[in-house]
């Protein structure tokens, strides 16, 4: 069928749509632990640090246990993962801010003073100054 042109032939014809739905998730704390967790591990193996414990099978099963939170039988369970999610994040991110100070990447991993100065630097000062910043807001909002 032709709609559009002199060669239309019908004056008025009927449509049907359809509407998709669309995955939206909501940032939730754990959601957002759970990411930093990911970055931290990411991070870590890209400039070789040994983590003491990468906490990949953990922060997974605490991220499912905050799922349906709503639930009378799952409140405290889910209220303990966000908080064990939010603690490893910071864990992981204390230890990295340790691990990778400028001299390390300097003399341990043989980057010279373009590398730590130039645009890798920054990203990693940029990534522990939001999650410090991420987690006050959060802990900030959870204490009120």
């Given amino acids: 069928m032709l709609i559009h042109g002199?060669?239309?032939?019908?004056?008025?014809f009927l449509s049907d749509t359809t509407v998709q739905e669309n995955n939206t998730t909501f940032p939730t704390d754990a959601k957002l632990a759970k990411r930093i967790i990911d970055k931290c591990n990411q991070l870590a193996e890209q400039t070789g640090v040994?983590?003491?414990?990468?906490?990949?099978r953990v922060s997974k099963q605490l991220?499912?246990?905050?799922?349906?939170?709503?639930?009378?039988?799952?409140?405290?369970?889910?209220?303990?993962?966000?908080?064990?999610?939010?603690?490893i994040a910071g864990?992981?991110?204390?230890?990295?801010?340790?691990?990778?100070?400028?001299?390390?990447?300097?003399?341990?991993?043989?980057?010279d003073k373009t590398i730590c100065t130039g645009?890798?630097?920054?990203?990693i000062n940029a990534f522990f100054s939001l999650s410090r910043m991420e987690f006050k807001e959060?802990?900030?909002?959870?204490?009120?």
């Fill in 6 to 12: 002199e060669k239309a032939q019908e004056k008025q």
């Fill in 50 to 56: 040994n983590q003491r414990q990468s906490y990949a």
């Fill in 63 to 87: 991220l499912r246990d905050t799922f349906n939170s709503k639930h009378p039988k799952r409140l405290v369970k889910a209220r303990k993962a966000v908080k064990k999610l939010k603690t």
């Fill in 91 to 111: 864990r992981l991110i204390r230890e990295l801010h340790r691990e990778l100070s400028l001299e390390h990447l300097k003399t341990d991993l043989g980057w």
């Fill in 119 to 123: 645009a890798f630097f920054p990203q």
């Fill in 138 to 144: 959060n802990h900030a909002s959870t204490n009120r």
